[in-house]
């Protein structure tokens, strides 16, 4: 079987560019997935929590 070079790619046929849509578009839908869960406001959470607790320890330790 020869393959005809004038021959239209499938639509479905994998390609290096298609590939690396599908690996753009697969990120993209994991950050905007992240986005929704509330990711940068659990973000901002923990690292009030981690404040309130670096002022507490400094508090507690201090003669």
């Not at 849509?21 to 992240?34: E, K, N, P, V």
Request: aromatic share 6%; proline share 6%.
């Amino acid at each position: 079987m020869t393959d005809d070079p004038n021959k239209p790619q499938s639509p479905w046929k994998l390609n290096s560019g298609r590939i690396v849509l599908l690996i753009l578009g697969a990120l993209i839908l994991t950050y905007f997935a992240s986005a929704l869960l509330g990711g940068l406001g659990n973000y901002q959470q923990l690292k009030k929590a981690a404040q309130d607790a670096k002022a507490q320890t400094t508090t507690t330790t201090s003669p």
